[in-house]
């Protein structure tokens, strides 16, 4: 049965077959002034995701929980949430990691709610479209389609973590200065354009370098680093934009 009980959180390790308390914030924006949470006790293997565990929680109890995912691999970036007070991908974060017999998950920090655990995109893909996070290059081969652009492994090396984003927004979940700013442009739409900015095949640097070189632009960023800590795909957003004002510094070519 599902409770609404706030039950003593414990730190004992999971083991097998354990029962956990997962704990669901629930909010519905359009009626309620502030989350709620939902306790349900769900039985968990030492294999059992978070993602798999509110699935439980809607199959067997209360299946008006309101949670996006797709493809369960850490792929699509549609399950970022927070857990136990971090954020993190719910499909590719086991309960046995959490070292705890309390999980709490609540929606991402810096993302306006839709209800539960799901959160609007919008603001961060409008940026990400912003940086133009695509190749621009006016010799495109339209006529000659056998010409390769080809780089040296150094030269791939300069941007390709950068290019394992999948837009999950954990990085601007994690980032202080999104709290304080809402109109900042974000860790997750930086990455991206240093992504391009330091790809030798494009051309479009000056043009984004001229978008994010604005009031709520990279100078807002005061390196708290969090962005990084949390990424699952091992992008160093931070570095990025470190790297990103060598560019407007003058430093990098
Ligand atoms: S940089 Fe990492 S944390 Fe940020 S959106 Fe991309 S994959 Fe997610
Ligand atoms: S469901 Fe796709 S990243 Fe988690």
């Avoid at 954020?87 to 046995?96: D, M, N, Q, V």
Wanted: with cysteine; charged share 25%; net charge positive.
């Amino acid at each position: 049965m599902a409770t609404e009980l706030a039950t003593e959180q414990s730190s004992s390790n999971v083991s097998p077959s354990q029962t956990i308390t997962l704990r669901v914030a629930r909010i519905n924006p359009n009626t309620d002034n502030e989350k709620k949470f939902m306790d349900f006790q769900i039985p968990v293997q030492k294999w059992t995701t978070v993602l798999e565990a509110i699935l439980e929680a809607k199959k067997y109890f209360d299946h008006s929980i309101a949670v996006r995912y797709s493809c369960r691999q850490a792929t699509c970036g549609s399950c970022g949430m927070v857990i136990n007070g971090k954020p993190r991908l719910a499909c590719f974060t086991k309960i046995s990691e959490l070292n705890s017999n309390v999980v709490t998950v609540e929606p991402m920090n810096n993302f306006p709610i839709i209800r539960d655990l799901t959160v609007g995109f919008d603001r961060m893909f409008a940026n990400h479209k912003k940086v133009k996070p695509f190749m621009i290059n006016d010799e495109t081969e339209v006529t000659d389609r056998t010409k390769e652009h080809i780089q040296t492994p150094e030269e791939l090396e300069k941007f390709i973590q950068f290019a394992g984003c999948i837009k999950c927004g954990l990085c601007n979940s994690a980032c202080p200065t999104m709290t304080m700013d809402s109109s900042f442009v974000g860790p997750q739409a930086l990455a991206q354009a240093y992504r391009y900015v330091a790809d030798n095949r494009d051309k479009g640097k000056n043009d984004r370098l001229k978008v994010i070189d604005e009031s709520h632009g990279i100078w807002r960023c005061h390196f708290a680093g969090s962005c990084s800590q949390v990424c699952p795909k091992g992008v160093d957003p931070a570095m990025g934009i470190q790297l990103l004002r060598g560019y407007l510094l003058g430093f990098n070519r």
